[in-house]
């Protein structure tokens, strides 16, 4: 079940604070990040550019409309970028608990490798199902990962990736860059790093903000 709320997902609040201000407060106090550029649906942007001013989140550069795929979105922050980027970061607004160690790790796979995304060993057992719900095989754990964001790719390789395959939606923007032939590197990350889409996520995401000892100054 997906959360069922009346704000968008990025607004939904943790301690009072909303998720996708967690993450950019990160974000922005990297030194390696020069800009950020913030991709806002239509229902949300004016509440995301008043939270942005509330808590002083520095080095946004533009805040873009996206549009109605997560793909279309991406394409529309990746047009915003200054001419003079090399490299670009993408990270979900509702993966709060990103942190800064991490970025300098995938930021360092990518400048090696052209691109590097972050993730963790899955922990369940998976099985390819049928649409009638008939189990067909049984996947190899040790071969799985859980792909989280952030995701870094040199600019050149994701604008090319994007301009390649139009037609293609994505809920991962390395699938494009794989599918250009190029290989990606993953980042081993924590399992604190989650993506809040269900209601038993906001219930975990409070978790961890406790151990983790959230604060937004």
Not at 75 to 89: M, N, P, Q, S, Y
Request: proline share 3%.
């Amino acid at each position: 079940m997906r959360l069922k709320n009346k704000l968008s997902k990025p607004l939904i609040k943790i301690k009072g604070i909303p998720v996708f201000v967690y993450a950019l407060k990160t974000i922005s106090q990297h030194p390696a990040l020069k800009e950020i550029i913030v991709v806002a649906n239509q229902a949300n942007i004016q509440a995301i550019k008043s939270y942005l001013a509330q808590y002083r989140i520095n080095k946004i550069s533009a805040v873009v409309l996206g549009g109605r795929t997560r793909r279309i979105s991406v394409e529309r922050g990746l047009k915003a970028l200054d001419k003079r980027v090399d490299f670009v970061l993408i990270h979900d607004a509702v993966r709060p608990f990103i942190q800064g160690k991490i970025i300098s790790r995938v930021i360092a796979q990518a400048r090696r490798f052209g691109a590097a995304v972050a993730g963790v060993p899955v922990k369940a057992t998976i099985k390819r199902v049928k649409s009638n719900l008939i189990v067909e095989r049984t996947l190899k754990r040790d071969e799985l990962w859980e792909i989280q964001t952030p995701q870094v790719f040199r600019k050149d390789l994701i604008l090319a990736a994007y301009k390649k395959f139009k037609d293609k939606d994505v809920t991962d923007d390395a699938a494009l860059v794989e599918k250009l032939g190029k290989k990606v590197h993953l980042v081993l990350d924590s399992y604190n790093n989650i993506k809040i889409t269900t209601p038993e996520d906001l219930v975990i995401a409070e978790t961890i903000c406790k151990k983790l000892k959230c604060h937004i100054g």
